[in-house]
């Protein structure tokens, strides 16, 4: 059996211990977590973060669930020198230096850190991959959504005169349908994707003014050709809008020869976000634990990752019932 | 520059060529074949197949292009004591044994065997698996077309009075949008596909006797509940049918937990098969050269290699731009 830890205990540290429950070859040790451990709404044992070095020779991966903004720089570098770990890292523009500074970690204490799991990055990085690999001539575009965009929900939620909010990124249909269908398209950001916002007043604040400190927000909205504010009551947001859906498609248009195209497509559409993130990366903790019997110590992304190091099943299962 | 041979110069030969030659990190060295060298219509090198022990030491990866029904089980064998290969073997039943013959003979001598590459074997496998491994409660389709399938389209040229003929798998459409729409679907060989033949008849052939012994063939169309026969002229069997497209969709409907449903979909849409094919194919001829590199002697699989190994572009470069 692999043991398992998990560090935080938000949405994605729920749905890494729905997986890690789920899976027939792992055991789930334990939750920490910042919070008073029995305040925790959770069957599984729960620990106090600062317990943690307790558990350094118990524990064969921790999957780090904490957000990318200020937990997983801090968390996962102290971590790696005492544990095998896996995280979702998302800050796109800082992986590569985040990289090869858990490498480095991972390397002189002998452990595996897989970082940036999860879908994007995640599989769609791996589908970027193999798509722009297989089919050099092309292009390679990644839609995202219907789904709920935590950073804008977040962004929208500090506007003055928002009580409350969700924010749903969408892609434009028309422009992915004519991706797939191998058509040409402009891809830009200000069409792409468009925004729907989804938002509760404070008592007393201008509708109009909130919509339009909203849509013209720099970076999160001003960049986009539609930006949809809906005000509702609270009640319909606690009706119609708790669940944590998203989703996209990665496309690629490429040619293997100047007679022939090619259309790659990859898509995801998940109810449940973190419940799906959390399933991926509870995969990637079974190749960390894997990798370290195997001594391949150091940082290792998706790319690094050969596919059955994921599974439960043997090579030849593998090649029996898949290939 | 990675040295690169090919054996077998049919249509996924050429496809490879044309990869290889677009490859800035690979160099063909030769075509090998069992016809006359100088009658094939390339620029590359050619020289006879009994030749090809005077490039052992020349070539890095062979490229195996036979068909898997004679020419693979015979050729990759021999050629695995002398050279590192990649295969598209694609009978999926004796892959087992086969990988287990590759794997010994590339071990005894420091060898390495891709086998069963190309897009199914190969992508959609690796789909499979991934879709399987990050869901486990699910259910995985796989459909196949609208394309061309040799196979089919020779059990056709078989038939008395049938002078040509082409055959088309097409997958249910309506099935292959309601598995992706996660609604529940009634996955029957019978019904997820059709098979649409054009043929050309041979003078004084009876066309309702033909079309009967087509469409009762056992194994090839028996099982399938739609099967139709068009007969037309060769003019426009020619004009109209020479291209060799294919595709398909790997679909996994699977619950990431009770409430939550995720629907996990690749899709590929092909001009060209072999090209395509050859171009996975050339791929793995990377990742084969640097595992040899590393003496990671044996078989291998899709399921085997690490991503990163198919790219020629750097760890650092993947994950700056990729990730």
């Known amino acids: 059996m692999i043991k398992v830890g998990i560090v935080g205990y938000g949405n994605l540290g729920k749905g890494v211990e729905i997986a890690v429950n789920a899976a027939e070859d792992m055991e789930l040790l334990g939750i920490f977590t910042r919070r008073q451990p029995e305040q925790l709404d959770t069957k599984s044992p ?9 558990f350094k020779d118990k524990i064969d991966v921790l999957i780090l669930c904490g957000g990318s903004q200020s937990d997983i720089p801090v968390q996962a570098p102290r971590l790696a020198e005492n544990f095998n770990t896996v995280d979702a890292y998302d800050n796109h523009d800082k992986i590569p230096e985040y990289f090869d500074q858990m490498d480095q970690l991972a390397k002189e204490n002998s452990h595996v850190s897989v970082i ?63 991706a ?94 973190p419940e799906f993130t959390g399933a991926v990366n509870t995969c990637y903790a079974r190749a960390a634990y894997r990798l370290a019997k195997e001594e391949q110590f ?21 090649r029996h019932d898949l290939l």
């Open 46 to 54: 729960a620990y106090q973060i600062e317990d943690i070095l307790d």
């Open 116 to 178: 940036a799991t999860g879908w994007d990055p995640g599989l769609f990085s791996l589908n970027r991959l193999l798509a722009e690999t297989i089919l050099p001539q092309g292009q390679t575009y990644t839609f995202w959504g219907r789904g709920v965009s935590q950073g804008h929900s977040d962004a929208v939620r500090r506007v003055d005169g928002v009580k409350a909010a969700i924010q749903y990124t969408v892609p434009n249909q028309a422009m992915l349908e004519a």
């Open 298 to 318: 150091g940082a290792k992304t998706v790319f690094d990752i050969a596919p059955a190091y994921l599974s439960a099943k043997t090579g030849a299962q593998l």
């Open 180 to 273: 797939k269908a191998g058509d040409p398209i402009d891809y830009q950001q200000a069409t792409a994707h468009s925004r729907e916002v989804y938002a509760v007043l404070e008592e007393g604040a201008d509708p109009d003014q909130v919509a339009e400190a909203i849509k013209t927000m720099p970076d999160y909205f001003a960049p986009y050709d539609q930006v949809d504010v809906h005000f509702i009551s609270q009640e319909e947001l606690d009706q119609n809008h708790q669940g944590i859906p998203h989703g996209g498609e990665v496309v690629r248009q490429g040619q293997t020869s100047p007679d022939h195209h090619a259309v790659y497509n990859f898509a995801l559409q998940l109810g449940s976000n």
